[in-house]
């Protein structure tokens, strides 16, 4: 599943006890996202820095971003770009692009998408989002 390409991004939204990490290849699909434990996510971003030759890490500018910017610039194993992102409204976004990435299924589909809550933490998506917000940013 590794894509050895420079110009993979990796997308980072950071929070207090969960975090999303996101890569896109150089088209912009997702070749890998995860929510994990903020714990491991200075352990993980190196490690997908690594395995997909990421050249830039975007992130949201919101709930913990500067400490979260400081540490990274201290702990990432090899020097990379970092951006910071306008996240407002991501959440909301990210809610309606779950459905669209896995369609509800049986009586969830009779559901209004707006009554539809995912039924897992969907900060991955929000740093789906992030990349495609930077690179509409820089078109």
């Known amino acids: 599943m590794s894509q050895k390409t420079s110009s993979n991004i990796l997308g980072f939204d950071p929070g207090r006890d969960k975090c999303g990490v996101a ?3 150089q088209k912009g699909n997702p070749c890998y996202h995860e929510v994990i434990e903020s714990s491991q996510a200075i352990l993980t971003i190196n490690t997908l820095i ?19 910017k400081k540490r990274l610039e ?17 959440t909301l976004e990210a809610r309606d692009r779950y459905w669209e990435m896995y369609p509800p299924q049986g009586l969830m589909r009779l559901l209004p998408q707006g ?10 998506i929000v740093a789906i989002l992030l990349i495609e917000r930077y690179c509409n940013s820089i078109k």
């Open 23 to 25: 890569v896109t290849d």
């Open 50 to 68: 690594q395995q997909f030759s990421i050249h830039r890490l975007v992130m949201g500018n919101q709930t913990t971003s500067k400490q979260w």
């Open 74 to 90: 201290n702990e990432l194993l090899l020097s990379i770009p970092i951006e910071l992102i306008d996240e407002r409204n991501s």
């Open 115 to 124: 009554m539809r809550n995912p039924p897992r933490p969907i900060d991955d």
